[in-house]
T-cell receptor, first 113, second 111 residues
Framework: NAGVMQNPRHLVRRRGQEARLRCSPM?????VYWYRQLPEEGLKFMVY????????ESGMPKERFSAEFPKEGPSILRIQQVVRGDSAAYFC???????????FGSGTQLSVL | SQQGEEDPQALSIQEGENATMNCSYK?????LQWYRQNSGRGLVHLIL?????REKHSGRLRVTLDTSKKSSSLLITASRAADTASYFC???????????FGTGTRLTIIP
């Protein structure tokens, strides 16, 4: 049973471009969470999704950011018109149920030039 | 506002000594969890303690939870160089299924 898979591992974008980050949860996990981490800081919650539904997006910026978790395929975190402040490590985690431990991917390091 | 705050922010100890990290939080919780993060890597789950539990053990780890003080501690006994990492507490609030992470403690074990 493979762990949570995130790709790409590193992503470089110029200001104004779009960034698409992918996350495949562990097999059998229907709960997906996205977090952002700046250097030397903790993880900041962004969004919580179950299959085809956004459950909690209270941590998502109102503009430029969106997330989906379709019936088939990976969860996608999409950042439009990236700015330098979007540079960070983005981590995805999954769990089979709520009130359980999370399994994290290795993250995507986004660098905006 | 930040739910979990770890204390200390950084800790350096000699190999073989015990390491204690503390976490305080603000609102009522379903459970509290501790995670470890090695530099540049994802987080690894260490232990989960539910709101009706007071203490839990896993190998060299011991976690306590005091819901009246809204605090938890993580004790690592007989530390090893491989324990060098950042440690985060995370809380799941009542009726709130997301985990909120603290700012972390950077632990360095000196060989």
């Amino acid at each position: 049973n493979a762990g949570v898979m995130q790709n790409p591992r590193h992503l470089v974008r110029r200001r104004g471009q779009e960034a698409r980050l992918r996350c495949s949860p562990m097999k059998g996990h229907s709960h997906v969470y996205w977090y952002r981490q700046l250097p030397e800081e903790g993880l900041k919650f962004m969004v919580y999704l179950q299959k085809e539904n956004i459950i909690d997006e209270s941590g998502m910026p109102k503009e430029r950011f969106s997330a989906e978790f379709p019936k088939e395929g990976p969860s996608i975190l999409r950042i439009q018109q990236v700015v330098r402040g979007d540079s960070a490590a983005y981590f995805c985690a999954s769990s089979p149920h709520s009130n359980e431990k999370l399994f994290f991917g290795s993250g995507t390091q986004l660098s905006v030039l | 506002s930040q739910q979990g705050e770890e204390d200390p922010q950084a800790l350096s100890i000699q190999e073989g000594e015990n390491a204690t990290m503390n976490c305080s939080y603000k609102t009522s919780i379903n459970n509290l969890q501790w995670y470890r993060q090695n530099s540049g890597r994802g987080l690894v789950h260490l232990i989960l303690i539910r709101s009706n539990e007071r203490e839990k053990h896993s190998g060299r780890l011991r976690v306590t939870l005091d819901t009246s003080k809204k605090s938890s501690s993580l004790l690592i006994t007989a530390s090893r160089a491989a324990d060098t990492a950042s440690y985060f507490c995370a809380t799941e609030g009542l009726g709130n299924e997301k985990l909120t992470f603290g700012t972390g403690t950077r632990l360095t074990i000196i060989p």
